[in-house]
């Protein structure tokens, strides 16, 4: 969790995560990210075929409501 607020106080070097790196981070599978993303659990841009998670999005997954 440190490890994406301390991103978050940078100058964002990855503004967007796959839904791959988003599993590495939060500990998920990456079948479980694609659920969240269908259910509108956890916002996403499609960009062509794939999907790329705001890191801002991720953090505030992690920070809970």
């Known amino acids: 969790m440190s490890r994406i607020l301390n ?3 940078q100058a964002d070097p990855l503004p967007f ?3 791959g790196q988003a599993a ?3 500990n998920l599978p ?7 993303i269908y259910s ?3 916002p996403a841009l499609k960009v062509g075929t794939q999907w ?5 999005e ?8």
């Open 52 to 56: 790329r998670i705001p890191t801002s």
């Open 30 to 36: 990456t079948h479980r990210i694609h659920h969240l």
């Open 17 to 19: 995560l796959t839904p």
């Open 24 to 26: 590495k981070l939060l």
């Open 7 to 9: 991103m978050e106080k």
């Open 58 to 65: 991720v953090t505030k997954f992690i920070q809970g409501p």
């Open 40 to 42: 509108k659990k956890l």
